[in-house]
């Protein structure tokens, strides 16, 4: 499960750094000091009594003429600024005079504050984050979802949300701009996975208490996993202490009721079947009455893999339903088809009324988009996760716990 949602993480990890090195690149404002006179490098090496001797010695040289040469000039100037420089110094050593305790205090908390204005020990000052900061890295965060197979209108979802929780924002330390970004992220994806959900544990229960079965049909294409699926949720409910029985309604393909034999013979599960070409309506009331005379609680019902255009087949499994009257119908997709699922799950949740969706290879998908977009384009739950090759490999599916994943 190491590769689980890999791409996904990647995208909103890489967001929370884009967004807070935007806002922590630039440094800190400094207090501006008035500039000092250039000093020449050979004076800044001699000191102010050296340099004095210097230029006493250089007018006893000669006598001084009516016209004094450039070089005199040059030499009078040159003390001149020294002597201006110099005398400057002298005076900014001088102590300042003695205040009193109370004036000293009251003029630290005047320093105190002007430095908390000027942003010396804060974050600039307080930077508040526009649309015009974040617009640029939230649109290659929306590229990027699109291509690890998340659907358009939840990328859509997630980007509005996140804006609308950012901009405007202020910010008064850098490590407040990460915190923010995640926490907007959080609760974006959080908003997309909030489908109410069905609890098939607390479904079980009642029915256990009712002495009515409860009544799970899977449904979904060919290729997808679907039997191994019931196989796996036989499983989950056996280990639940529940007593499931299989119907295997897939009388359609070859080879179809050898191979859910096989599987409820290697889990311990009694399999209620007919012969090839039956019809599988009578074969899944079968299967339910059964579970009524045997006390059983969990009924599960094979259907044959079909394309979601295949108007024949899909009106055989709307007779599944009018027969069994299914308490929860599950659509099973393949994790790794990304929006190809998402659109299969649309159609038949359009043909029969689906209640929940299992998705399969998910520990194989390093994308996740179809696990974050498939519950909120059809408006229903994603139940449980297929993630390995044996019975026990499934997981129930937790909002909560697919955030943490990611962000």
Known sequence: MSNLFESLKK???????????????GEEEKEETTPVEEVPEEIKEEKPEETFEKLEKIEEVEEPVEEPSEDEESKSGVREKLSGIFSRQKTEEKPEEEKEPEEIEESSKEVNEEEEKSGIFSFVTKKTISEKDIDDILFELEMS???SDVALEVAEK?????????????????????????????????????VETRDLKEMAQNAKKSGEPLKIMFVGINGTGKTTTIAKIGTFFINEGYTPVIAAADTFRAGAIEQIGHHAENIGVKLIKHKKGADP???????????RAKGKEIVLIDTAGRMQTNINLMDEMKKIKRVVNPDVIVYVGDSLTGNDAVEQASKFDDAVGIDGIILTKADADAKGGAALSIG????????????????????EFKPEWMVEQLI
């Open 145 to 147: 979802l699109l291509e």
């Open 376 to 395: 909120y384009v059809i408006n229903k739950p994603v139940l449980f996760l297929g993630v390995g090759q044996s019975y026990e490999d499934i997981m």
């Open 158 to 194: 997630i980007i509005n949300s996140v804006k609308e929780d950012l901009v405007g924002r202020k910010i008064k330390r850098r490590s407040d701009v990460a915190e923010f970004t995640r926490e907007a992220l959080r609760k974006a994806v959080s908003e997309i996975l909030g």
């Open 11 to 25: 995208k909103f990890s890489g967001t929370v750094g884009k967004i807070n090195d935007k806002f922590s690149g």
């Open 281 to 291: 309506a009578a074969v899944a009331y079968d299967a339910v009455e059964h579970a």
